[in-house]
Structures are given as structure tokens and as C-alpha cells.
């Protein structure tokens, strides 16, 4: 067996490190979101009530844009294994535009929820609605820093970027698509 053989069935896209963050990521957004769930079977109302301040449109529309942005990340990583630099660089840019008119709508909800009063302390559900989304936006500012060093490092002459980093930052990125798909519809669907 060779080692290129060897290495793609045993290190996934990213190495494992990598892949044991986001699975670390995961098991606590999972765990936050099962004990938001927990606490909402105690107060029904509430949770219900509060859910109706939420902007949904707002939240559907960041939904599409991350899963679009997602695509556009798959279509980089697959420009960039063809040595397309420029389609690279252009599906990258749209990859980082769909993140930041994300944190653009997002800023926009929070806006609109300070102005109400709906802190953190206003209740529980904001309190894992604040907890929960604050925490996600964190990591799509990361993913961004992220992304934005690959693009860089694309952009350089003799293009710095090696197919690891990119599959890396690619992983990152879907991570925050996958963590917003499950935040989404239980935030703001479900109660």
C-alpha cells in the first residue's frame, strides 16, 4: 500500500486532530441544545413565547446563506485540487461573503433583541439563545480569519496554500454549517 493510500483512508480531510475539534464542537453544541430542551419542559410557555420575538426570516435567510456558502467551499477545495487558482479564489471570496452577510443579518437580530431587552438574563430561553448563537458566531468569525489566511496564502505568487490547509479550513467552515443547521430549526422552529 502505498502512502498516499495509506494516508487517505486513515486521515479524513484536515488530519484527525482536526476532526476530533469538531466532533468536540459538536458533542457540546449537542449538549448545550439537549439541556436547552430539558429546561424547556419545564416552562412550555415561556419557551414558546419567547420564541416568538425571534425573527424567523432572519434566521432562514442565514441558513441559506451558510448552506450556499458552504457549496461554494466545496467547489473552491474542488477548484483548487485542479490547480484553478482563479476559480479558486473566486468561489473562496463567495465562501467569505456568505459568511459575513451572515454576521451582518446576525448583528442585525441582536440589535433588535437588545433594543427589546431580551438580554441574556431576560430568561432562559435567551439565555441559551444568546449562549448558543453567540457561541456559533464566534466560530464564523474564526472560520473567517480561517478562510481569509487561505485566501492569502492562494493569492501569493508562489501560492503557499497546501491542499491540507485548505481541506482544514474547509472542514472548519462545514462545521459551522452543520452546527447553524442544527441550531436553526430548534431555536427558532421548535418552541
Not at 85 to 113: H, N, P
Not at 154 to 171: G, H, L, Y
Request: a neutral charge; proline letters at 2%.
Amino acid at each position: 500500500m502505498n502512502n498516499s493510500t495509506t494516508k487517505s483512508l486513515y486521515y479524513p480531510p484536515g488530519g484527525i486532530l482536526l476532526w476530533i475539534i469538531i466532533f468536540l464542537e459538536l458533542f457540546t453544541f449537542g449538549a448545550a441544545l439537549i439541556a436547552m430542551v430539558i429546561y424547556s419542559k419545564d416552562e412550555p410557555q415561556l419557551f414558546s413565547e419567547s420564541r416568538s420575538h425571534l425573527n424567523v426570516t432572519f434566521g432562514a435567510i442565514n441558513t441559506v446563506l451558510l448552506l450556499t456558502s458552504g457549496f461554494f467551499m466545496a467547489k473552491s477545495v474542488e477548484k483548487f485540487k485542479q490547480g484553478a487558482i482563479e476559480k479558486t479564489s473566486f468561489y473562496l471570496k463567495l465562501t467569505m461573503l456568505g459568511g459575513l452577510l451572515f454576521l451582518v443579518i446576525k448583528s442585525i437580530e441582536y440589535f433588535d433583541k437588545i433594543e427589546a431587552g431580551l438580554s441574556v438574563s431576560f430568561n432562559m430561553f435567551f439565555t441559551f439563545y444568546w449562549m448558543l448563537t453567540l457561541f456559533h458566531v464566534i466560530h464564523v468569525l474564526v472560520g473567517l480569519v480561517i478562510l481569509g489566511s487561505v485566501f492569502i496564502g492562494i493569492r501569493k505568487q508562489n501560492c503557499t496554500t497546501t491542499i491540507e490547509d485548505f481541506e482544514s479550513s474547509a472542514a472548519f467552515w462545514h462545521m459551522c454549517d452543520l452546527i447553524w443547521l442544527l441550531l436553526f430549526p430548534i431555536i427558532y422552529l421548535i418552541f
